[in-house]
Nanobody, 120 residues
Framework: QVQLVESGGGLVQAGGSLRLSCVVSGLYLSINRMGWYRQAPGKRRELVAL???????NYSDSVKGRFTISRDNAENTVSLQMNSLQPEDTAVYYCHALIRGSPKMENDYWGQGTQVTVSS
């Protein structure tokens, strides 16, 4: 019953900013890791940013210094603040979570994706 729902995608001009949010709902013991991935046309899905339960973060070199990932409020929400956006950032962005649902069960969950389009 775990679901991830993204929001915040849209169209923005180069140099602009956008904030994506992902909310986890359902029954689970803990969220061990959350992150954002993206997939541009003709390219493989790639990691954008990760954040672990202890707050450690990891960024793709292509977004480091421009994007910031964070866990918000009750920590069932992860956000991606994207600044200085460039056309190369255009992609479908997917929220991902590694969730422990029971002592012996850990599963990957994905959101439906949200389109980010950056115009020049």
């Amino acid at each position: 019953q775990v679901q991830l729902v993204e929001s915040g995608g849209g169209l923005v001009q180069a140099g602009g900013s956008l904030r994506l949010s992902c909310v986890v709902s359902g029954l689970y013991l803990s969220i061990n890791r959350m992150g954002w991935y993206r997939q541009a046309p003709g390219k493989r899905r790639e990691l954008v940013a990760l954040i672990t339960s202890d707050g450690s973060t990891n960024y793709s070199d292509s977004v480091k210094g421009r994007f910031t990932i964070s866990r918000d409020n009750a920590e069932n929400t992860v956000s991606l603040q994207m600044n200085s956006l460039q056309p190369e950032d255009t992609a479908v962005y997917y929220c991902h979570a590694l969730i422990r649902g029971s002592p012996k069960m850990e599963n990957d969950y994905w959101g439906q994706g949200t389109q980010v389009t950056v115009s020049s």
